[in-house]
Nanobody, 116 residues
Framework: QVQLVESGGGLVQPGGSLRLSCVAS????????ITWYRQAPGKQRELVAS???????EYSEFVEGRFTISRDNAKNSVYLQMNSLKPEDTAVYYC??????????WGQGTQVTVSS
C-alpha cells in the first residue's frame, strides 16, 4: 500500500522556522522525484521545492534562500527546512512522489500557519 505521510506543520511566528517531514512506504522511494507543494486558501497549488532521485534540487523563487529540501533514502524520507517564515508562507503543504505519469502519489498535507 502506497503511503506518503507529512508531519511537522504548525503555528509559528514570522521569522521562525519549521521542519516538515514526508515519510514514504509501499514503493521504491529512491527512484522517485519528491516535490513539496503548497496551497493557500483561495489559491492554486504551487510548487515549493523538488529533489530528484540523484539529489539535484529546485526551488520556487518565493522560497529560494529560505527553504532547503533534502532526502534520506535509507529512511524513505524527505525533509523541508523552512527558515525566515513569512505570513505568505501560510498554506497546506503537500508531499508528492513521482517516477512516471502512472506512478504519481500524494500525501494528505500538513498545515503551516505563520502568524503573530
Amino acid at each position: 500500500q502506497v503511503q506518503l505521510v507529512e508531519s511537522g506543520g504548525g503555528l509559528v511566528q514570522p521569522g521562525g522556522s519549521l521542519r516538515l517531514s514526508c515519510v514514504a512506504s509501499g514503493f521504491r522511494f529512491s527512484r522517485y522525484a519528491i516535490t513539496w507543494y503548497r496551497q493557500a486558501p483561495g489559491k492554486q497549488r504551487e510548487l515549493v521545492a523538488s529533489i530528484r532521485s540523484g539529489g539535484s534540487t529546485e526551488y520556487s523563487e518565493f522560497v529560494e534562500g529560505r527553504f532547503t529540501i533534502s532526502r534520506d533514502n535509507a529512511k524513505n524520507s524527505v525533509y523541508l527546512q523552512m527558515n525566515s517564515l513569512k505570513p505568505e508562507d501560510t498554506a497546506v503543504y503537500y508531499c508528492n512522489a513521482k517516477w512516471t505519469p502512472r506512478t504519481d502519489y500524494w500525501g494528505q498535507g500538513t498545515q503551516v500557519t505563520v502568524s503573530s
